[in-house]
C-alpha cells in the first residue's frame, strides 16, 4: 500500500516539488503532497480538531494559489516533512560567531579566543544556546505543532547550506566567510548535524541531514546542487536567477526524499 506523505514549507519546498513529479517512479510506496508558501504564511496555520488550516484569508489565497487548497485532514497522511523555515546551519553559524569552542580548529586557547571576540563556551552551554534558537524557527515550531497532534512520522529536513559563491558578500553571510577562513566549516557543519538531529530525537521527530555529497569545504553546497533550482510557483519551470545562492535543485531533494524513504522502510527504485 502506497504511504501519502505531505512535504510543508516555505519557498525550498520547490525543489522537493520538483522532485517529486519528475521522480515519482523513484519511490514506488510514496506519494508526495505539497503544502507551503513564500515567507511565513505557515506560521498562521494551526491544528484544530485534526485539520490543519488558517482564519488568515490572505495566507489561505497564498497557499490555494500555489498548491490548489488551503487546507488538509492530518489523517490523509501516512507521514509529513517540514523542510526550510530556518532549520538551517545559518542558525548555528550566527552562534559560532558570538562564542567559541575549545575543539574548534581555530582556537588555540582561551587567550586567543578571547582577542578573535569570541569568548569560550562550555559543551552544556552551547547545546542550551544552540536548542533555544533552534526552538525559534519556524520549521520546529511547525514540527512540533504536528507531532502534538498525529502519531505518524514527522520528519524535519535541513534547509542547504548556502553556495561557496557567499564568501564573496558581506551582511548576513560574513559568518559563512569568517568561519571558513578559520577552518572552522566542517566543525559547525558537523555540531549543526549532530546537534540538531539529538534535539529532534528528544522531541520525537525525525532530523533530515543534507547528504555529505552534496556539502563542500565542509560549509557549503556544491554547486551542482543549486544549479537549476526553480521558484516555488504555481506556473512550472520559473527558475532561479543564476545569482541565487540559497535553493537547491531537485536533485538534492531527490537525495532528501531517499533518506525518508529508507526511515519508513520503503523501497527505492534504481
Not at 199 to 220: D, N, Y
Amino acid at each position: 500500500m502506497t504511504k501519502r506523505l505531505c512535504v510543508l514549507g516555505n519557498s525550498h519546498m520547490a525543489a522537493f516539488a520538483t522532485a517529486a513529479e519528475r521522480d515519482a517512479a523513484r519511490w514506488p510506496g510514496m506519494a508526495l503532497d505539497m503544502f507551503g508558501a513564500h515567507g511565513d504564511a505557515l506560521s498562521r496555520f494551526e491544528v484544530q480538531d485534526g485539520r490543519f488550516l488558517s482564519e488568515d484569508a490572505e495566507a489561505r489565497a497564498r497557499l490555494a494559489h500555489l498548491v490548489g487548497r488551503d487546507a488538509f485532514a492530518l489523517s490523509d497522511y501516512d507521514g509529513f516533512v517540514v523542510t526550510g523555515l530556518h532549520v538551517s546551519v545559518f542558525t548555528f553559524v550566527r552562534m559560532f560567531r558570538e562564542l567559541s569552542s575549545v575543539d574548534m580548529p581555530s582556537v588555540k586557547g582561551a587567550s586567543n579566543a578571547l582577542e578573535d571576540g569570541r569568548p569560550l563556551a562550555s559543551g552544556a552551554m552551547l547545546r542550551a544556546y544552540g536548542a533555544e534558537r533552534l526552538m525559534r524557527t519556524g520549521g520546529i515550531k511547525l514540527a512540533l505543532m504536528l507531532r502534538a497532534a498525529t502519531e505518524v512520522p514527522v520528519f524535519v529536513a535541513s534547509q542547504p547550506r548556502p553556495s561557496g559563491r557567499v564568501r564573496e558578500r558581506g551582511g548576513t553571510y560574513l559568518g559563512f566567510s569568517q568561519l571558513a577562513a578559520r577552518g572552522d566549516g566542517g566543525f559547525v557543519s558537523d555540531w549543526f548535524d549532530r546537534e540538531t538531529e539529538a534535539f529532534c530525537a528528544s522531541r520525537r521527530l525525525k532530523f533530515i541531514p543534507q547528504p555529505a555529497e552534496t556539502v563542500e569545504e565542509g560549509l557549503f553546497t556544491s554547486e551542482s546542487f543549486l544549479r537549476g533550482s526553480v521558484r516555488l510557483a504555481k506556473r512550472k519551470g520559473l527558475a532561479h536567477d543564476d545569482d541565487d545562492v540559497l535553493h537547491a535543485n531537485a536533485d538534492f531533494a531527490r537525495l532528501m526524499v531517499d533518506q525518508v524513504a529508507v526511515s519508513m522502510n520503503l523501497p527505492i527504485a534504481a
